[in-house]
C-alpha cells in the first residue's frame, strides 16, 4: 500500500502498527488504533480513511462508557417527528450546525448530551422545548404544529395501550370468553351512532344487550368487555366508558349540550365504520338490538335493563357474568 509520505515528500510504501489509547477525556478506554508508518522513514502517515475509523472506535467507545447518545439515536428521533437538523437546533436554540456535527460523529458537549438524552426518552420535556421555542419566535407555525399534532397522536397511542390493558383480561365467563377488541368497539360505537341517537347514558345497555345476546346465541361476545351492575343499568367495568369514547374516537366523535339544566352528551358517528370486521351472525344480533331500542329513550332502555335478572340479582359494582346471558329478556 502506497501513500505521500511529507518527510521523503513522495508517494511510499507503507505498513500499519497498532498503538494504545489508554484514556480519552479523562476517562481509561483501552482502545487499539491503528497508525500508518513509512517503510523508508518509518514517520507515521495521516490517512484520512484509518483516521477516521479510528476515531468512530473511540468515540463509539466513550459513548458506551458514558452512555452519551449515539448519531444512530438522534437520526431516529428526527426521523420519528419528521423535523430536520434546522429545525432541531431551532428548538434547542445551538448553533445551525450542532446536530449535523453530532450526526457524523462528534461528542456532543455534556450539557448537550443530557438535553439530547432526556428529550429522547421524556416526551414531555422535548414538547415543553418545543413550545417555548414557538412561544420565542425561533420556530414556525408549521414546525410547532407538526411536532404538536406527532407528539399529541403518541400520547393518545400511549392511552390507547393502556386502556386496552386494563380492559384486556383473561377469557373467562366475565368477559364472554373473550378479550377485549378495541377494533370492535370502535366500529360498533360508530355504526350504533350512525343508526339511533346515541347518547353517552344509553351506549353501556346497548353494548351489553348486544355482547349478551350475542353471547346467549353464539357462547361468545362480540366486543370482550366486562360489565357491572349500576344504579342506571349495567355499565362498562369501572365506568372505562367515559374513557374509551374519549380515547378510542378515531370513528365517532361526541357533541354536548345543555338540556333542563344538565349536560347531556350524544355520540355521533363519523361514518367509517367498516362492518367487515363482524361476522353475518353478530351483524344480525346488532342489527336486532338496534331495532329494538331505536323508538326508546335513554330512560326506557334503563328500565328495560332493570327487569332483566343479571341486573336484578347483583349488587352495585358486582360484576354480571355472562351467565345471565341465558336468562336475557331479548331474543330472535
Not at 510504501?13 to 481509561?28: D, P, Q, R, V
Not at 426521523?79 to 429545525?87: L, M, P
Not at 380515547?247 to 365504520?273: A, Q, V
Request: glycine share 2%.
Amino acid at each position: 500500500m502506497k501513500a505521500y509520505c511529507p518527510i521523503c515528500k513522495k508517494e511510499s510504501n507503507y505498513a500499519i502498527k497498532t498503538k494504545l489509547i489508554e484514556s480519552f477525556k479523562g476517562l481509561k478506554v483501552n482502545i487499539e488504533e491503528n497508525v500508518a508508518v513509512c517503510n523508508e522513514c518509518q514517520e507515521e502517515i495521516f490517512i484520512e480513511e484509518i483516521e477516521e475509523d479510528n476515531f468512530n472506535r473511540l468515540y463509539d467507545r466513550y459513548r458506551k462508557l458514558t452512555g452519551i447518545i449515539s448519531p444512530e439515536e438522534i437520526i431516529s428521533f428526527r426521523k420519528k417527528y419528521n423535523i430536520s437538523q434546522r429545525e432541531l437546533v431551532a428548538i434547542f436554540n445551538w448553533g445551525k450546525m450542532t446536530i449535523n456535527r453530532y450526526e457524523n460523529g462528534a461528542i456532543p458537549s455534556q450539557s448537550h448530551a443530557d438535553i439530547l438524552k432526556q428529550t429522547i426518552k421524556d416526551e414531555l420535556f422535548f414538547k415543553q422545548k418545543v413550545e417555548e421555542a414557538y412561544n420565542q419566535g425561533r420556530i414556525t407555525q408549521k414546525t410547532f404544529d407538526k411536532v404538536a399534532k406527532k407528539i399529541e397522536k403518541q400520547e393518545a397511542d400511549i392511552l390507547k395501550n393502556a386502556l386496552i390493558q386494563l380492559l384486556s383480561h383473561k377469557e373467562s365467563i366475565e368477559n364472554g370468553f373473550k378479550k377485549f377488541d378495541a377494533e370492535m368497539f370502535e366500529n360498533l360505537v360508530s355504526y350504533l351512532a350512525s343508526k339511533v341517537i346515541l347518547y353517552k347514558t344509553s351506549l353501556n345497555k346497548y353494548l351489553w344487550y348486544i355482547d349478551f345476546l350475542n353471547f346467549k346465541k353464539y357462547a361468545r361476545s362480540i366486543t370482550g368487555l366486562t360489565y357491572q351492575r349500576y344504579n342506571y343499568g349495567p355499565i362498562i367495568e369501572d365506568f372505562y366508558y367515559n374513557h374509551l369514547i374519549n380515547i378510542f374516537n378515531d370513528k365517532f366523535y361526541i357533541e354536548e349540550f345543555e338540556e333542563c339544566n344538565r349536560t347531556e352528551t350524544i355520540i355521533k358517528s363519523k361514518y367509517n365504520f367498516d362492518l367487515s370486521i363482524f361476522t353475518e351472525e353478530e351483524l344480525e344480533v346488532i342489527n336486532f338490538i338496534i331495532d329494538s331500542f331505536k323508538n326508546k329513550n335513554c330512560s326506557e332502555i334503563s328500565k328495560m335493563s332493570h327487569e332483566e335478572k343479571g341486573w336484578k340479582e347483583k349488587a352495585n359494582r358486582e360484576i354480571i357474568s355472562y351467565d345471565y346471558a341465558h336468562y336475557l329478556s331479548l331474543d330472535f
